[in-house]
């Protein structure tokens, strides 16, 4: 059963996001929440003795401390290192643009977002996908979370940079 942050991949992490989205409360969102930490089916968890459920919910009380360490520059997955660029000036077009995209949505597209981010080198969408579905799968939230909410404030930063800079060219060549 995943019971921590360290151990929780994005993937899990919408299904359970979703089920707040979803609105659920009470005991369905007990319950959806334990089918998405433990991997377990319906009818397992239908069979389930209350007292097993309970303990298996309590491992979930990590959800509710949201308190994570400082955003890392590099993370390690099944023997890959993959390094973030920060620097927006140094993204493509497409990288630019693929992230403004995704940040729309960032809750769900954390994988792709990830993927942007740690791509050196020539970009192309085959690998950027190849790469998302990765870390959708194996990178961890405890990894995932600190860098998304950095980066999201420094795209829209950055947004707001360019758009006063394609303003002011705009407004000089109106004048030329």
């Known amino acids: 059963m995943i019971d921590s ?4 991949p994005i993937k899990t992490f919408v299904d359970i996001n979703n089920i707040s989205l979803n609105r659920l409360d009470g005991f369905d969102a007990d319950y959806h929440t334990v089918k998405a930490l433990t991997g377990l089916s319906d009818e397992e968890l239908d069979a389930m003795p209350i007292p097993d459920f309970k303990k298996k919910l309590s491992k ?3 959800l509710v401390v949201t308190s994570f360490g400082k955003a890392k520059d590099k993370f390690t997955i099944d023997g890959v290192e993959y390094t973030i660029n920060w620097r927006i000036e140094e993204k493509t077009a497409g990288q630019y643009i693929d992230l403004t995209h995704y940040c729309k949505k960032p809750f769900d597209n954390m994988h792709y977002i990830m993927a942007v981010l740690t791509f050196n080198g020539k970009y192309t ?4 996908e190849e790469r998302a579905g990765i870390f959708w799968n194996k990178l961890t939230m405890d990894i995932v979370y600190p ?3 950095f ?3 420094v795209l829209r930063d950055s947004m707001t940079t360019i758009q006063d800079s394609l303003m002011e060219d705009t407004n000089k060549k109106i004048k030329d």
């Open 5 to 8: 942050w360290s151990k929780l």
């Open 147 to 149: 860098i998304c909410l």
């Open 60 to 62: 979930a009380a990590f």
């Open 151 to 153: 980066f999201s404030k």
């Open 125 to 128: 969408a085959k690998e950027m």
